[in-house]
């Protein structure tokens, strides 16, 4: 089976007779006495309900949904119900700032906004008002707060009908990760979310590819489009289980995983670090796992080499994915227990080919726009049917990274001659001293107990780096031997996890760490083309 229409997914994989079952780590925010085990015709029905809610609240065809919670996949479900009825779902993270989402919903506009009290409340108090973009708000989690919609005043309407849409029309917004500030709202249709990503990766290849005795684990954030897509494509293909992880908390995820032990494996770069420390347990959690995924953000060798050394398959691969929230993947590279950690051959950064058939990447000089020889650094342009449509309330920004057919991501890279892309930085934040991302792998690597190290560039002087260690403490001996060989770089600042400020997805906001840090708003690039 493929998937189409979002609306009408639930239904048609429970009509098909899918018996994936599914494990929470806690129950849906939409249905708090749900329990933490659901069914595939449990889940469409579920929607259904959901589509009941939102047009009891007003909601029609044509109409936006904003969507901001707590993490969870209900995200997904919430949006499958407003594409049922032809609205289309604006998903955006709760762990924005409240200026940040009070943008965000002015650009959207929304004829509902979905949300919890909690979120209210911190939007509140940092004098943000989330609900005044919007024709009404419901609360999915309170009665009687004022100004609102809540649970009792929708429950028990009869969804319409579905509505159908062109596979051209805007399906769902979603946001970029917002290292650099707001985030940009993206909006993508039926073709080009569903039709080129989600379809592709419906396919059973060999190794790589879903079984229908797999059980999938998704530690990840549900705000973002990376996840409808996968809704789209796990829900055609069945597994026996799906594991759905909204904690990074390792104590709190090690029963739910040792319950369920996984399979099949994607989580952002920030979950993999924080739950690595289960990986060091006698009867860890991973032993089964045959495939790792990641995308969103750099992963560091240490941490992709002790999930391969946790897994007991006899050659467990880790997926790494490459690619934009506008475009979708655009190369993949594949790391076993030999390659993973670029001590010998092309190593992390370099991510691999594009996407065959379906993606062409060209490097060009940033200043000229004029391709670079293989081997030298340049900015990334991609080519690939799955671009999105738009950046809604933005759009002469949009404008602005179009090429022709050519979408500039903003990225610095080099394209190798055997047609690999070997990634340096994100322009805003390069060096023409150094890779940050290359550097930071080595810092990890010659520093074990460092969770994260971040190099950050824009203020006077070399490159600052940040250590995030469990204590916040970084031994100065270490440190010396650590950066022999290396560029010159600045005094080290250690901080723990939660010192530093992040997206919803855990990527570190270096902007704004670089200003915590130095008082100094700066960047090492230019910034034009984030």
């Known amino acids: 089976m493929k998937p189409h229409d979002m609306g009408v997914l639930f239904d048609e994989c429970a009509d098909r007779g899918h018996a994936t079952a599914v494990h929470l780590d806690r129950p849906f925010d939409i249905a708090p006495d749900g329990g933490t085990h659901w069914t595939v015709p449990q889940l469409a029905a579920l929607v259904r309900e959901s589509a009941g809610h939102l047009a009891a609240a007003g909601v029609r065809a044509g109409d936006r949904v904003a969507i901001v919670k707590e993490n969870h996949w209900d995200y997904d479900l919430l949006a499958c119900a407003a594409v049922r009825l032809g609205a289309v779902p604006a998903q955006l993270s709760a762990h924005l700032s409240g200026d940040a989402l009070a943008t965000l919903l002015a650009r959207v506009a929304p004829k509902l906004l979905v949300t919890s009290a909690n979120v209210l409340e911190r939007a509140r108090r940092a004098d943000a008002d989330l609900t005044a973009p919007s024709a009404a708000t419901l609360v999915v989690d309170a009665d009687g707060v004022p100004g609102t919609l809540g649970p009792a005043d929708v429950r028990g309407h009869r969804p319409p009908a579905p509505v159908r849409r062109s596979d051209d029309a805007p399906l769902v917004i979603n946001h970029t990760s917002g290292t650099t500030g707001v985030p940009k709202l993206v909006a993508h249709s039926t073709r080009t979310i569903i039709g080129k990503l989600a379809r592709s990766e419906c396919v059973r290849y060999p190794k790589i590819g879903v079984r229908r005795t797999d059980t999938l684990l998704n530690a990840n954030s549900f705000a973002h489009g990376r996840t409808f897509c996968w809704t789209a494509s796990v829900l055609c293909l069945a597994p026996a289980r799906v594991v759905v992880l909204t904690t990074q908390d390792p104590l709190r995820a090690d029963p739910l995983l040792r319950a369920h032990p996984p399979t099949f494996v994607e989580a952002l770069p920030s979950a993999y670090v924080r739950l690595r420390p289960l990986t060091e347990r006698l ?71 594009p996407v065959p058939v379906r993606t062409r990447l060209r490097v060009v000089d940033p200043q000229t726009f004029r391709p670079v020889p293989r081997g030298r650094p340049g900015l990334v342009l991609a080519r690939t049917g799955a671009r999105a449509l738009t950046y809604p309330g933005e759009e002469a ?40 991302l290359s550097t930071e792998d080595l810092l990890e690597e010659r520093l074990p107990q460092a969770l994260e190290c971040i190099v950050l560039t824009g203020a006077e002087g070399p490159p600052l780096p940040v250590l995030v260690t469990a204590d916040g403490r970084l031994d100065a001996e270490q440190w010396r031997a650590a950066v022999r060989g290396l560029p010159p770089l600045a005094d080290p600042v250690a901080l723990t996890w939660d010192d530093v400020p992040r997206t919803g997805t855990g990527k570190v906001r270096r902007s704004a760490l670089l200003q915590q840090l130095t008082g100094v708003e700066g960047t090492g690039g230019t910034g034009r083309w984030t």
């Open 283 to 353: 009867d860890n959690a991973f032993r089964n796992v045959r495939v790792f995924g990641s995308t969103y953000d750099a992963v560091h060798p240490p941490v992709i080499r002790a999930y391969l050394v946790a897994s007991r398959h006899r050659s467990p691969l880790w997926m790494q994915g490459w690619g934009q929230t506008e475009t979708g993947p655009l190369t993949f590279r594949f790391h076993t227990r030999t390659s993973d950690g670029g001590l010998g051959g092309p190593g992390v950064r370099n991510l691999g080919r």
């Open 397 to 436: 920004r949009w404008a602005a990274k179009q090429l022709g057919d050519w979408w500039n991501t903003g990225d610095i890279a080099v394209h190798r001659r055997d047609g690999s892309v070997e990634l340096l930085d994100r322009e805003v934040d390069h060096s023409s001293e150094l890779s940050c």
